[in-house]
């Protein structure tokens, strides 16, 4: 309790970093705050070029919204899991590029990884709100369920800030953490339904029946991934507009909370080494 | 003068020195474990009190254990065995400009490097023309601070951490920045606490600027103390160790 005080007394240094960040980042830059829109873009286009045109992956429409595009389906996942993938990679080197302030000032540390959670926020903030006119003018019901919307994104900011918090201290002791992550990152996505829905990996499941002879089938497996919830409350809200299973806003739930605990435990646990170990 | 306002109390600091440090995974692994290590006592049993109100040096040779004290005080490194305890606002000034974003503005870097400091945003906006106007940037204030000169820089770094108004202030070599003109502006501020009853820590390697400004010092020796007391008599002993030596 004593920690979540000492956090909030620097939740105005927390905001001049964020804002460092954030002004920093488009900072002589024709474009701007549009660059933050370049990266989601390409990566729809060349996913649906692939999954949607090549590979005819078939979705089922939105419902009861009815919208049936591969692109705007995609987006409303894709986001959610570029924020995420940003605030790890982001989040991971806060420590050892900033170990010079580390090093000569003191003040709270974990506005350090903090920071770099709130820039990717405000970014992917401004993608959603792009997307939202999109999903609009598509003629998706999208509105009412914006607080919604917020809370999930509440939720999935607080996994990603829990994990980042770790792996920022984890860097400082091996800095193979962050190369590592890059890895791990890619083969997450793919493992996460970011480009194909979950119904056919439960179809694949079904055909391969119980994993090894036991009756836990891969669907179950696969759904030890967090992200499938994340990912299936934010489609529901955004393209199908509809509530999603209360189960699943448990599990985002207690994901989000469980990281927290442990990544506030590990980074307090190790804050006040930092200037040495750097 | 009798109060106290920073007790040092029996404070030992150790580092490790690594023979063998793996700070990979891979050696971590291969060689079955991610450190060989013997501790280093940078500080050993220091205890002395800083009077309110006086300028206090720090003194000693290099690796006397000056900078790991001074690091104690202010927070960033924490000792391994004793206690310090400040009566009153602390700030440390172990750098000038530390967390300056190159691409932003001296304003915008006065709020950013004020608010890492500890000040609030009112508190910023109170000091602000002090801050610039100490710092004689005015001019170039809306500039981003990569277009500074180096002496802008550390000049502007160094009014925002002078402002920070602390009743302890803790410095590091930093007096030796900027120009002539900006340095004697720094001993006049430095007067100027003096004056008021703060209390100034200071190390420095130059004996000349630490008889003119201290009245008090405490020497250090390969991490043990020495002598401590008033200045005079403490700079004469350690000068004469080092003639003798």
């Given at each position: 309790m004593n920690y979540l005080k000492e956090v909030l007394a620097s939740r105005e240094l927390l905001i001049n970093l964020t804002m460092r960040e954030v002004k920093g980042k488009?900072?002589?830059?024709?474009f701007g705050q549009l660059w933050s829109l370049a990266n989601p873009l390409a990566l729809m286009l060349i996913y649906t070029f692939v999954?949607?045109?090549?590979?005819r992956i078939q979705l089922e429409p939105?419902?009861?919204?009815g919208l049936d595009v591969f692109a705007i389906w995609l987006l409303c996942g894709l986001l959610p899991w570029i924020f995420f993938a940003n605030v790890l990679n982001s989040g991971i080197t806060s420590l050892v590029s900033n170990a010079g302030l580390i090093q000569k000032v003191a003040f709270s540390r974990v506005v350090l990884p903090l920071s770099q959670v709130a820039s990717a926020a405000y970014n992917w903030l401004f993608e959603i709100a792009v997307l939202v006119v999109v999903l609009t003018i598509l003629g998706a019901f999208v509105l009412p369920w914006l607080p919604l919307v917020v809370v999930a994104m509440v939720l999935l900011a607080g996994f990603a800030a829990g994990l980042a918090l770790m792996l920022s201290i984890a860097n400082v002791y091996f800095r193979d953490t962050q190369w590592f992550l890059s890895i791990i990152l890619q083969l997450w996505m793919y493992l996460s339904p970011v480009i194909y829905p979950v119904s056919l990996v439960a179809d694949a499941s079904e055909d391969a029946g119980g994993v090894l002879g036991t009756p836990v089938t891969i669907l179950d497996l696969y759904h030890l991934n967090p992200m499938v919830y994340f990912l299936e409350v934010f489609r529901n809200l955004l393209y199908d507009n509809r509530w999603p299973d209360p189960m699943s806003w448990l599990i985002c739930l207690a994901w989000a909370l469980g990281a927290l605990l442990v990544g506030f435990w590990v980074f307090r646990r190790n804050e006040r080494n930092l200037a040495e170990a750097l | 003068m009798s109060d106290v306002a920073v007790r040092v109390d029996h404070v030992s600091k150790s580092f490790r020195m690594y023979h063998?440090?793996?700070?990979t995974l891979k050696s971590a692994i291969m060689r079955g474990r991610t450190s060989v290590h013997e501790d280093f006592w940078a500080l050993q049993d220091v205890s002395f009190d800083v009077p309110e109100g006086s300028t206090f040096g720090l003194i000693g040779s290099n690796g006397s254990g000056k900078s790991t004290l001074l690091k104690c005080l202010a927070k960033i490194y924490y000792p391994n065995k004793g206690t310090i305890t400040h009566f009153g606002k602390l700030a440390a000034m172990?750098?000038?400009?530390?967390?300056?974003?190159?691409?932003?503005s001296g304003r915008e870097n006065i709020y950013l490097n004020g608010s890492i400091l500890g000040m609030s945003r009112k508190e910023i906006d109170r000091k602000f023309d002090d801050i610039v106007g100490f710092s004689g940037v005015e001019q170039f204030?809306?500039?981003?601070?990569?277009?500074?000169s180096s002496g802008m820089y550390v000049r502007l770094g160094f009014s925002v951490a002078i402002n920070v108004d602390p009743d302890i202030l803790v410095v590091d070599e930093?007096?030796?920045?900027?120009d002539a003109e900006f340095q004697k502006k720094c001993f006049d501020k430095f007067a100027e606490f003096k004056r008021v009853g703060k209390t100034v820590i200071l190390v420095s390697h130059s004996m000349e600027s630490v008889r003119s400004m201290c009245d008090h010092a405490a020497w250090l020796n390969k991490g043990t103390l020495k002598a401590v007391g008033e200045a005079a008599p403490t700079i004469a002993a350690y000068e004469a160790s080092l003639n003798n030596g």
């Amino acid at each position: 309790m004593n920690y979540l005080k000492e956090v909030l007394a620097s939740r105005e240094l927390l905001i001049n970093l964020t804002m460092r960040e954030v002004k920093g980042k488009y900072k002589r830059t024709v474009f701007g705050q549009l660059w933050s829109l370049a990266n989601p873009l390409a990566l729809m286009l060349i996913y649906t070029f692939v999954f949607s045109f090549i590979f005819r992956i078939q979705l089922e429409p939105g419902d009861p919204s009815g919208l049936d595009v591969f692109a705007i389906w995609l987006l409303c996942g894709l986001l959610p899991w570029i924020f995420f993938a940003n605030v790890l990679n982001s989040g991971i080197t806060s420590l050892v590029s900033n170990a010079g302030l580390i090093q000569k000032v003191a003040f709270s540390r974990v506005v350090l990884p903090l920071s770099q959670v709130a820039s990717a926020a405000y970014n992917w903030l401004f993608e959603i709100a792009v997307l939202v006119v999109v999903l609009t003018i598509l003629g998706a019901f999208v509105l009412p369920w914006l607080p919604l919307v917020v809370v999930a994104m509440v939720l999935l900011a607080g996994f990603a800030a829990g994990l980042a918090l770790m792996l920022s201290i984890a860097n400082v002791y091996f800095r193979d953490t962050q190369w590592f992550l890059s890895i791990i990152l890619q083969l997450w996505m793919y493992l996460s339904p970011v480009i194909y829905p979950v119904s056919l990996v439960a179809d694949a499941s079904e055909d391969a029946g119980g994993v090894l002879g036991t009756p836990v089938t891969i669907l179950d497996l696969y759904h030890l991934n967090p992200m499938v919830y994340f990912l299936e409350v934010f489609r529901n809200l955004l393209y199908d507009n509809r509530w999603p299973d209360p189960m699943s806003w448990l599990i985002c739930l207690a994901w989000a909370l469980g990281a927290l605990l442990v990544g506030f435990w590990v980074f307090r646990r190790n804050e006040r080494n930092l200037a040495e170990a750097l | 003068m009798s109060d106290v306002a920073v007790r040092v109390d029996h404070v030992s600091k150790s580092f490790r020195m690594y023979h063998e440090r793996n700070q990979t995974l891979k050696s971590a692994i291969m060689r079955g474990r991610t450190s060989v290590h013997e501790d280093f006592w940078a500080l050993q049993d220091v205890s002395f009190d800083v009077p309110e109100g006086s300028t206090f040096g720090l003194i000693g040779s290099n690796g006397s254990g000056k900078s790991t004290l001074l690091k104690c005080l202010a927070k960033i490194y924490y000792p391994n065995k004793g206690t310090i305890t400040h009566f009153g606002k602390l700030a440390a000034m172990l750098e000038v400009g530390s967390g300056f974003h190159h691409e932003l503005s001296g304003r915008e870097n006065i709020y950013l490097n004020g608010s890492i400091l500890g000040m609030s945003r009112k508190e910023i906006d109170r000091k602000f023309d002090d801050i610039v106007g100490f710092s004689g940037v005015e001019q170039f204030i809306d500039q981003p601070v990569k277009n500074y000169s180096s002496g802008m820089y550390v000049r502007l770094g160094f009014s925002v951490a002078i402002n920070v108004d602390p009743d302890i202030l803790v410095v590091d070599e930093v007096l030796a920045v900027g120009d002539a003109e900006f340095q004697k502006k720094c001993f006049d501020k430095f007067a100027e606490f003096k004056r008021v009853g703060k209390t100034v820590i200071l190390v420095s390697h130059s004996m000349e600027s630490v008889r003119s400004m201290c009245d008090h010092a405490a020497w250090l020796n390969k991490g043990t103390l020495k002598a401590v007391g008033e200045a005079a008599p403490t700079i004469a002993a350690y000068e004469a160790s080092l003639n003798n030596g």
